[in-house]
């Protein structure tokens, strides 16, 4: 079995390095490639050539363009790296029957509302990157019927700069902190998405399981507010010091915090298409983001 993986350095690539290798041989490409093999998503044509020489019997993409705000003033760059080229590629591995996952976000749904998003509710993108994801879902369900579009939502890793990360270094730095709360979802961790994936991937493979859309987030759901106070609680006790604690961060509304891309109050996706079509669980989001903590901090004991 050979397993072809784009976007491998980033948070979810790294952990699917890990997660799918022992599906098969898993060929890791980043953005500069490996020889003569192409990894660049601004490249549809050197990406779609690099399926069709190794031809694998799966193609895994977790190369995104990420930069929410950034994608405000780089429609055309977005666009190119989460729709033409993941389109190319899909359409490619069609050609090869090969699989093709792809992952996708909560950013698609406009936010109103409470109820958490089910795959098949009206996606409103509000954002350019959020357009551009669900164009990029679109081309590859078009080009590949063996697909599996994955839609997670606040992803972190121990590895790299999070949100967590940046809580606790301000927590260290001031005495007070203000973060939004009426923006509602659930963090979920890339080796939670990644282990999904190995699995549904197999499941597919195997033919159990149904190619299509499936929403993949931790159970449970919190806002950035309540994360951030998680975060500084599961810090305290494991000895880390701060200015500011779990009660000096202040809940604030997002209009206090203008952004150029305007962001969904509800993210909730609802998870039971995935674990009635996988025989899936997934944990509470305390659970991930707890030992998270407890990696990245020096202080934390096992
Ligand atoms: P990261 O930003 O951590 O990683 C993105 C990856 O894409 C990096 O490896 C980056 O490589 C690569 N990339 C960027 N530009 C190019 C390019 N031109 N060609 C090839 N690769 C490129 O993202 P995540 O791992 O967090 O995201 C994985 C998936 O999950 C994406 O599809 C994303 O849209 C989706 N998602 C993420 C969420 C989040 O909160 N992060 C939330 C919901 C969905 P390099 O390091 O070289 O730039």
């Not at 779609?48 to 895994?60: D, F, N």
């Not at 909560?106 to 998003?117: I, K, L, N, Q």
């Not at 996606?123 to 551009?132: F, K, S």
Request: net charge neutral; aromatic share 8%.
């Amino acid at each position: 079995m050979k397993i072809l993986l784009f976007g491998c350095t980033g948070q979810v690539g790294w952990e699917l390095q890990r997660s799918l290798a022992p599906l098969g041989d898993v060929v890791a490409l980043g953005t500069s490639g490996q020889g003569a093999l192409c990894g660049d998503f601004l490249d549809a044509e050197g990406v779609a050539r690099t399926v069709r020489e190794l031809r694998p019997q799966a193609v895994v993409n977790a190369a995104a363009y990420t930069a929410v705000d950034k994608a405000e003033s780089e429609p055309d760059r977005a666009q190119r790296i989460n729709a033409l080229t993941p389109g190319a590629a899909a359409a490619a591995a069609a050609e090869l029957g090969a699989w093709f996952v792809h992952y996708s976000t909560d950013y698609v749904f406009d936010g109103s509302g409470t109820r958490p998003w089910k795959e098949d509710d009206a996606p409103d993108p509000l954002n350019v990157y959020g357009r551009t994801k669900l164009a990029g879902e679109r081309q590859v369900a078009a080009a590949n019927p063996r697909h599996l579009v994955l839609r997670t939502s606040w992803v972190y890793a121990a590895r790299g700069a999070n949100f967590a990360k940046t809580m606790l270094r301000l927590a260290r730095e001031r005495e007070q902190l203000k973060v939004v709360d009426d923006q509602f979802g659930a963090p979920t961790g890339a080796d939670l998405l990644a282990d999904v994936t190995a699995h549904a991937l197999r499941s597919a493979l195997a033919g159990r399981g149904q190619a299509g859309t499936y929403h993949v987030a931790a159970a449970g759901e919190t806002n950035w507010h309540g994360y951030a106070r998680f975060v500084l609680q599961a810090a305290q006790r494991h000895g880390d010091i701060l200015k500011a604690g779990p009660e000096q961060v202040l809940p604030v509304p997002s209009s206090a915090y203008p952004t150029p891309a305007r962001r969904p109050h509800n993210s909730r996706l609802d998870t039971s298409r995935l674990r009635d079509a996988f025989g899936l669980a997934l944990p509470p989001w305390e659970q991930g983001v707890a030992r998270m903590i407890q990696e990245i901090l020096p202080t934390a004991a096992p």
